[in-house]
């Protein structure tokens, strides 16, 4: 087995594992070679945390991606005809992005890329930073084999920021945005010619012709970070904030409620689903002090779709029903938080952190992701032996939530401490005279 291989493997978690294997099957079925690459490279190689699984495909991406979907195996997200590329997301939450291998040409700034299928080297010599620009092999013949052909791996293990090409920021101008986002969470430093780069970038003002749907998946990309506050103030400092909406500046910019928001999102799992229920939460803290009218020129600068818009806009309104559900009387055992706060939105439950004055509320959510989850997790396998339904189907899992709930509430046991016999101390002996 490759060196990478084994690291990959232990740096993934079992769900992120079948992934990988699924979408490396179905390549094999359809005949065409398949390498992991971009973000999964880069924090694996970093040492960082897993978040999302990136697949170029030398030849018909979106075949493979629809073989993916058509085995029940995950479901299509989103298509982008134009780059060939394809968003599954699977039945335990990950998610993953399968492109085609390609090349990319630009006739102008931020224009709409005239895009021609390529080999993976050629692919990643056209990429945006020099850390995202490696890949691995998962195919039969040379699986294992690492594809390094910018040295990203030395500028992981320097910790900077390198651009790939000279022409990169100009080329797609949100790599503008991308660069601080990425200072921000890798810490790392950006590489002195990058840094000239981006300087003769924003000299020329190419931020400008960034497209208005860029902007919006950028915000999206911001709401996932771990330090969305700092990314936000960073942006700010550097003039880029504007470009999102003018007013979104200096005094507006809600520093506090991003602040309390990043406090509040910690509280719940690093996985996929908590960090895509983040966005609405994001976006109300964001547009805090904006007006009406202010919130709706958000909306157009950054072409958000109208489910966007309802993910924020009608939040306040979902999570009355949730808080309402909290703070009944009838919710008195651990048991009965846990049945509530499982089954509800995360983006309802991240709100409710943030915003409900309410302390039975703000105590229980606590007390789900801080004692009551925990303690289900660490149930040991024996608990569940006696299950006679079979694991994955609707009365296994029922007859599982029952044992969960009924050990959570089980009174722990009482541990009596024996207190040690007193010492009597002998008498002196005496001497003879």
Not at 53 to 81: P, T, W, Y
Not at 99 to 122: D, F, H, L, N, W
Not at 150 to 177: H, K
Not at 286 to 291: C, R, Y
Request: proline share 6%; glycine share 6%; charged share 30%.
């Amino acid at each position: 087995m490759s060196d990478y291989i084994f690291m990959l493997e232990n740096h993934l978690s079992p769900d992120q594992n079948r992934v990988v294997a699924d979408v490396q099957a179905v390549a094999g079925q359809v005949n065409v070679n398949v390498f992991l690459t971009g973000g999964a490279m880069r924090d694996m190689l970093g040492g960082f945390r897993i978040r999302d699984l990136d697949f170029s495909v030398e030849g018909n991406a979106l075949k493979v991606a629809k073989a993916v979907s058509e085995q029940g195996r995950a479901s299509l997200a989103a298509v982008d005809e134009n780059r060939r590329s394809a968003e599954l997301v699977f039945p335990s939450g990950v998610t993953a992005q399968i492109a085609m291998s390609r090349q990319e040409k630009y006739g102008k700034p931020g224009a709409r890329p005239q895009v021609a299928p390529a080999t993976i080297q050629e692919d990643l010599r056209g990429r945006d930073f020099t850390i995202n620009a490696i890949a691995l092999s998962l195919n039969k013949a040379s699986r294992g084999l690492l594809l390094d052909p910018t040295n990203g791996l030395a500028d992981l293990e320097r910790r900077e920021l390198r651009s790939v090409g000279t022409y990169g920021f100009y080329d797609d101008p949100v790599r503008i945005l991308r660069l601080i986002r990425f200072q921000v969470r890798l810490g790392f430093l950006v590489e002195e010619r990058t840094r000239m780069q981006y300087e003769n970038a924003r000299e020329a003002e190419v931020e400008k012709y960034i497209a208005a749907r860029s902007l919006g998946e950028e915000l999206k990309r911001i709401s996932a970070e771990d330090n969305p506050s700092e990314i936000v103030r960073m942006l700010d400092e550097a003039k880029l904030l504007a470009l999102f909406l003018p007013a979104l500046t200096g005094p507006k910019v809600p520093q506090a409620a991003l602040g309390k928001f990043e406090k509040a999102a910690r509280l719940l799992p690093d996985d996929a689903p908590a960090r895509a229920g983040r966005y609405g939460p994001f976006m109300y803290a964001l547009t805090e002090k904006l007006t009406p009218k202010e919130k709706q020129a958000l909306i157009k600068s950054a072409d958000l779709h109208k489910h966007e818009v309802d993910l924020w806009q009608k939040l306040e309104g979902r999570a009355k029903k949730l808080e309402s559900a909290l703070k009944s009387a009838r919710i008195r055992k651990p048991s009965h938080v846990y049945q509530v706060v499982s089954k509800a939105a995360l983006d309802e439950v991240l709100f409710l952190l943030c915003h409900s004055v309410l302390k039975p509320v703000q105590e229980r959510l606590r007390n789900y992701y801080q004692k009551y989850l925990p303690a289900a997790q660490e149930l040991p396998p024996e608990e569940f032996a006696g299950i006679e339904a079979k694991p994955g189907t609707p009365k296994y899992e029922k007859a599982r939530e029952e044992i969960v709930l009924k050990a959570l509430d089980r009174r722990p046991k009482k541990v009596v401490v024996e207190e040690p016999p007193p010492v009597v101390e002998a008498p002196p002996m005496r001497g003879r005279r």
